[in-house]
């Protein structure tokens, strides 16, 4: 005797060997022997044999149709036997009652099991539902193979346009579109992004490497609006009220810097005291607290820099307004400090409001070269604020010693610059990448006045018991260096304590120090019931914590974006062979440019060791350098290489 029965969801049939109780053991065609209960039995069979009626009801289920089928059962719970004789006639074969079990179990739509051969058909409504859902999943299916045949021969079809950035960025993985791209690339054997390149719907990497950023953090776009738009008094007479100082003041800043922060002043007083001042943008004037600019500048929370280009945090206009561009007043607020000219000794220091007139903007571009330690100390050289810059020079030079010998009372070693800064040019889709050695006197200059002003003004909005942001630093352990409310030491610049104030048109802390300033300034003791921020404000916690996140993902953006520039310059240069310095391990910098990257099998080096590496391949949109080890310079030879024109001459 043959049966056929139901087996964990599919149907089979074999033939019975042995039957006890309530179980058969049944041998299936392929000669395998399972244990099947009576319960799961539907048919018995002498003849045709098991394999003969499986392969006769499968190919006879393909022949019955559904819609005649639905239309025989009726609206109640059904036999498969029943409606077996209803649909073939009285003299059903036992082939055609297992024709009709396959096929009632294999259209779901319009059947629904209801336990081991009955069977319920679907309400009209539900079943004309269903059936126009798989239509729409048909077409969809033949669409979406249309889609995947384009763009595996490399071509963008209609659909995609104005949805390719969508699909990278954000993109809805149940769409047609999407599942269609992720089946393209797998069958091309490369990655969504690059077969979005490769079919030209992006016009290169930069694009998409941006794209991916501005999705994310500007998905509204980078532009403020004219309802946001500073429309305020133009800074030679919009701030009348504030005093003006005599001193005239110029800034130091790289050729592309159109947000002047920070100019300096010096005056000489008696008894061989001078008088330098430090003289910062004031936006704070211009804009308010929970105002639509404030507003927009608290979520952005800083500019974004990447080479070329860059996305302010506050509107051009106010920018213009304030900014410490040349020939005319400027509302500032003004940091000054008389010093000893014989010891450099800091004897009194005072904060103010005020306006300054902007005589020069300096540029690093133009000096760096000229304005050196030697040049200096022999009084050569002929170039704007000569005299100035001849004392500034020695006072920041101290202030550097004074943080050296606290860094070391705070058990550090002396600061060290080790590396080369770079300044990259864009020129469309060409780069120029050109070297500035950090450490000269106009940047010593720049970077020990801020830091002095910073921490003083720190101790200011201590000492009038005024909530700052202030950065700290531990020399040793977790979470080093941190932004909280409140004043600690910052033991790696060797100060009592530092809070940003001296960037406030580019970051948004400094324009909240900035405000509880002017408070102090205008208030003094009373500062702390008057400051736009209160002890305790829950706002600036939210800001703090809001702006490290923020603040990492503009540097990683930068970060991402500078090392793509490098990839192309080492691209358009032709670069074969490429000089490094062995940092850590397998990890190098490469001389020229500021390219960081990991060269497995490199060996163990030194640090500082100098390498030759041969690039390999290169990859923009992964950003991904390939590299080979071709030779290590050792001693002398290294130090030939490294000095003069030889340093670019590959061996």
């Not at 021969?153 to 993109?171: D, I």
């Not at 579109?177 to 992720?182: H, I, N, Q, T, V």
């Not at 048109?505 to 009373?526: E, F, K, P, S």
Request: proline share 4%; aromatic share 8%.
């Amino acid at each position: 005797m043959n049966v056929f029965f139901e087996d964990s969801g599919s149907f089979k049939a074999g033939t019975v060997l042995s039957h006890q109780n309530e179980t058969l053991q049944v041998e299936l065609p392929g000669g395998r022997r399972i244990k099947v209960k009576s319960k799961d039995v539907l048919l018995e069979f002498s003849a045709p044999t098991a394999a003969e009626l499986m392969r006769a009801a499968e190919a006879c289920a393909q022949a019955i149709e559904l819609d005649f089928l639905w239309e025989c059962a009726g609206s109640d719970e059904f036999n498969f036997a029943a409606l077996a004789v209803e649909y073939f006639g009285a003299q059903v074969t036992s082939i055609e009652r297992a024709s009709l079990v396959l096929r009632l179990h294999g259209a779901p739509v319009y059947f629904r099991r209801k336990g081991r051969g009955q069977y319920l058909r679907a309400p009209e409504e539900q079943l004309k539902a269903a059936l126009a859902a798989l239509e729409r999943r048909s077409q969809q299916a033949a669409l979406q193979a249309t889609y995947e045949a384009e763009l595996t021969a490399h071509r963008l079809p209609a659909a995609f346009e104005g949805k390719v950035l969508t699909l990278l960025t954000k993109p809805d993985k149940n769409s047609i579109e999407y599942k269609a791209l992720e089946a393209a690339a797998s069958v091309c054997g490369v990655s969504v992004a690059q077969l979005i390149l490769d079919c030209g719907a992006i016009p290169s990497a930069r694009a998409l490497h941006e794209s991916r950023f501005l999705a994310e953090h500007f998905p509204q776009g980078t532009g403020f609006g004219p309802a946001v738009e500073y429309s305020g008094p133009a800074a030679e007479s919009g701030f009348d009220e504030l005093p003006v100082t005599e001193v005239q003041a110029f800034s130091i800043d790289d050729i592309s810097t159109t947000e002047i922060d920070d100019a300096f002043s010096v005056e000489w007083l008696a008894n061989d005291r001078l008088r330098i001042g430090v003289h910062i943008a004031a936006p704070a004037l211009g804009v308010a607290r929970d105002d639509m600019i404030d507003l927009i500048a608290r979520t952005r929370l800083s500019t974004v820099y990447v080479p070329g280009d860059k996305i302010t945090m506050l509107p051009a206009a106010l920018i213009n307004t304030f900014t410490l561009k040349e020939g005319g007043l400027r509302p500032v607020l003004s940091f000054y400090a008389i010093i000893d000219g014989a010891t450099q000794d800091i004897v009194a220091t005072e904060t103010r409001a005020e306006r300054v007139f902007i005589a020069h903007n300096l540029r690093h571009n133009w000096l760096d070269a000229i304005v050196t330690a030697e040049a200096i100390a022999a009084g050569e050289g002929d170039y704007p604020y000569k005299k100035e810059i001849a004392v500034l020079w020695p006072f920041a030079q101290a202030l550097y010693e004074k943080r050296q010998t606290a860094r070391i009372n705070y058990g550090l070693k002396r600061e060290t610059q080790r590396y080369t800064d770079f300044n990259f040019a864009i020129d469309g889709e060409s780069v120029s990448i050109t070297p500035r050695r950090r450490g000269s006197p106009l940047d010593l200059i720049v970077a020990e006045l801020a830091i002095l002003v910073n921490s003083s003004w720190g101790a200011v909005l201590a000492k009038y018991d005024v909530p700052g942001i202030y950065r700290a630093q531990r020399s040793f352990g977790v979470n080093r260096t941190r932004m909280q409310i409140g004043p600690e030491p910052h033991e790696g610049l060797g100060v009592e304590q530092y809070a940003w104030s001296t960037s406030p048109l580019r970051r948004y802390i400094d324009l909240v120090n900035q405000w509880q300033l002017l408070a102090c300034t205008q208030h003094g003791v009373a500062a702390k019931l008057v400051a736009p921020f209160k002890p305790k404000d829950a706002d600036l916690y939210v800001i703090v914590q809001n702006f490290d996140e923020i603040y990492q993902a503009y540097a990683d953006h930068q970060n991402r974006m500078e090392r793509f520039w490098c990839l192309r310059w080492l691209k358009q240069e032709k670069r074969e062979r490429m000089l490094a310095t062995v940092l850590k391990g397998d990890l190098v910098r490469f001389d020229e440019i500021p390219l960081l990257l990991h060269v497995p099998g490199l060996g163990v080096h030194a640090r500082d060791t100098k390498l030759w590496l041969d690039i390999l391949a290169l990859d923009e949109l992964t950003l991904e350098v390939s590299c080979r080890l071709a030779q290590v310079l050792e001693g002398s030879e290294a130090q030939t290489d490294l000095s003069g024109d030889t340093a670019l001459s590959c061996p």
